[in-house]
């Protein structure tokens, strides 16, 4: 079974450019997740998918950033324009319910410079 | 706000050594509490986890015991490894919502 699929695995922009990352989850799973980890701080919840809706969007920091997850399937985070706080490790995870726990993607380590 | 917490940022144990990793958490009513190993270079991968109405649970060279009168998570890592050098966070979950809260996490370094 594939696992969780993160891309791209880094990315480096200047501020004030888009940048968009995408996660492919575990097939058949319908909740999505994304999290981030900023600064060696702890990981923080942003968003959270059931199929194509958002759930929870409670921890997306602000306006520049925007999630969508088409048709149920991957999901893109979209960051425009980004600016030097938002460099941090982006994690995607997906679960077919908490219950059973979540599967966590390599991470997008986004440096914006 | 409510927050999960790690006393020690870093550890370091001699390899075939235990480790234990605390974590205090301030939330009453979570509900679910889970350990994640991350390596450099992965995602958080999945350990070990316990519900509120367990106060132990062991797995594979690991425990994590819960003392909610004191609101203590800890993670026992037995005869450890130096695969086992990673940062391990905890995370805790409410009652009916899928979200976790992590803490800031603890590096552990096994010395061959």
């Not at chain 1, 030097?84 to 997906?94: H, M, N, Q, R």
Request: with cysteine.
């Amino acid at each position: 079974e594939a696992g969780v699929t993160q891309f791209p695995s880094h990315s480096v922009i200047e501020k004030g450019q888009t940048v968009t990352l995408r996660c492919d989850p575990i097939s058949g799973h319908d909740n999505l997740y994304w999290y981030r980890r900023v600064m060696g701080k702890e990981i923080k919840f942003l968003l959270h998918f059931v199929k194509e809706s958002k759930q929870d969007e409670s921890g997306m920091p602000n306006n520049r950033f925007l999630a969508e997850r088409t048709g149920g399937t991957y999901s893109t985070l979209k960051v425009q324009p980004a600016e030097l706080e938002d460099s941090g490790v982006y994690f995607c995870a997906s679960s077919p319910s908490l219950s059973y726990g979540y599967t966590f993607g390599s991470g997008t380590r986004l440096t914006v410079v | 706000g409510e927050s999960v917490g790690l006393h020690l940022p870093t550890l370091s144990v001699q390899e075939g050594d235990n480790s234990i990793i605390n974590c205090a958490y301030s939330n009453s009513a979570s509900d679910y509490f889970i350990w994640y190993k991350q390596e450099s270079g992965k995602g958080p991968q999945f350990i070990i986890d316990i519900r509120s109405n367990m106060d132990k649970r062991q797995g594979q060279r690991v425990t994590v015991l819960l003392n909610k009168t004191v609101k203590h998570l800890s993670l026992q890592i037995a005869a450890t490894q130096p695969g086992d050098s990673a940062v391990y966070f905890c995370a805790e979950n409410l009652r009916g919502n899928e979200k976790l809260t992590f803490g800031t996490g603890t590096r552990l370094t096994i010395i061959p």
